[in-house]
């Protein structure tokens, strides 16, 4: 249901970290040497931040192992392409294959970390995230639903509520299921929250919320431990 006191609509006035920031924060979680499937949505973007230390070698389901941030101005080569469709760079290494092949190593469980963007997680770690009930233009599961089986870890980004307010964290997913505890973590503009066997740990807040103010905009209740550090970027 969308906020409905006045402190909570206040609270939906707060500045709130952007898109590009989510992923940035996102990119921090990908360890060094991984391999890494991103999602359609904020975590597409991940690539662009991912910390010079780190290497990271992102999947596609269409066929590639190995693609570096996206292609700037002048760089673009439209054979070369996320799923998206958007261009991309490559880095040392990179391969191509069969994209019944790129399917292959999802199901496999040959992804060490997988990114996706959801329209709503449970306090279980269930994920929704292909489709909302009602909505126009709505397309298909895709190969959201091996990705989040096979990969080991899966990371999910996205905005901490809807637009008009409604948690998009919640007790029990009201829309058609992605699949079924997967989730470990979630990156959202307000808050970096881990699913663990007892509940919802809430482990960073955006600069400029407290713990209370974030748990008010959730439909589950969270954990959290002492003085909750907040986001650095």
Not at 8 to 23: G, H, N, S
Not at 179 to 198: F, N, R, S, Y
Request: glycine fraction near 12%.
């Amino acid at each position: 249901m969308p906020a409905e006191t006045t402190q909570e609509k206040a609270l939906l006035d707060k500045p709130r970290l952007t898109r590009e920031q989510i992923a940035q924060r996102a990119a921090l979680e990908l360890p060094d040497g991984a391999y890494v499937n991103l999602g359609w949505g904020i975590p597409n973007l991940i690539a662009d931040y991912l910390p010079k230390e780190i290497n990271v070698y992102f999947h596609s389901e269409n066929g590639i192992l190995g693609m570096g941030r996206r292609a700037k101005p002048g760089e673009e080569d439209y054979d070369l392409v996320d799923a998206m469709k958007v261009p991309v760079t490559l880095i040392r290494g990179a391969s191509f294959f069969h994209q019944a092949d790129a399917h292959l190593m999802t199901r496999g469980g040959h992804l060490d970390v997988a990114v996706l963007g959801g329209f709503q997680v449970s306090e279980k770690g269930d994920l929704a995230n292909w489709k909302i009930p009602g909505a126009k233009g709505s397309g298909g599961i895709g190969g959201a639903m091996d990705i989040a089986a096979g990969a080991k870890k899966l990371i999910v980004c996205m905005e901490h509520v809807t637009k008009d307010g409604a948690p998009k964290i919640v007790r029990k997913c009201a829309y058609p299921l992605t699949g079924l505890e997967c989730v470990d973590t979630i990156v959202t503009d307000l808050a970096v929250i881990d699913v663990m066997p007892q509940g919802l740990s809430l482990r960073e807040v955006a600069p400029g919320w407290a713990a209370d103010e974030v748990q008010k905009l959730t439909g589950a209740p969270m954990i959290a431990q002492g003085q909750v550090p907040e986001i650095r970027l």
